[in-house]
Nanobody, 125 residues
Framework: QVQLVESGGGLVQAGGSLRLSCAAS????????VGWFRQAPGKERDFVAAITRSGRTYYTDSVKGRFTISRDNAKNTVYLQMNSLKPEDTAVYYCAGNPWGTTASMRTREGYLYWGQGTQVTVSS
């Protein structure tokens, strides 16, 4: 069973930055597609960003130009750099792993097999 562990969440003022990390327990993480999703209270878990095993990236419109997803395969870790944070970015952020190498569903929850437990991001106004 692959484990994903998120870290880096916290409380930040609007306009600030955070970098989230997603560390995997598998040495084959470099072959995974990886996504970040977020869930605000009372809302569904929504797609934020994804990176394929080849390094292609995808973003939801509301974070384009502010968030950057990247990966360090030597560390089995994927990052989400979040800049210019807004109060509406407040949510629990989850990383997810796609071991199949498929890219068609990377914007949907169904495109992932493994999930982390989440890290809270709170942006104050």
């Amino acid at each position: 069973q692959v484990q994903l562990v998120e870290s880096g969440g916290g409380l930040v003022q609007a306009g600030g930055s955070l970098r989230l990390s997603c560390a995997a327990s598998t040495r084959t993480f470099s072959s995974y597609g990886v996504g970040w999703f977020r869930q605000a209270p009372g809302k569904e878990r929504d797609f934020v960003a994804a990176i394929t095993r080849s390094g292609r990236t995808y973003y939801t419109d509301s974070v384009k130009g502010r968030f950057t997803i990247s990966r360090d395969n030597a560390k089995n870790t994927v990052y989400l750099q979040m800049n210019s944070l807004k109060p509406e970015d407040t949510a629990v952020y989850y990383c997810a792993g796609n071991p199949w190498g498929t890219t068609a569903s990377m914007r949907t929850r169904e495109g992932y097999l493994y999930w982390g437990q989440g890290t809270q991001v709170t942006v104050s106004s």
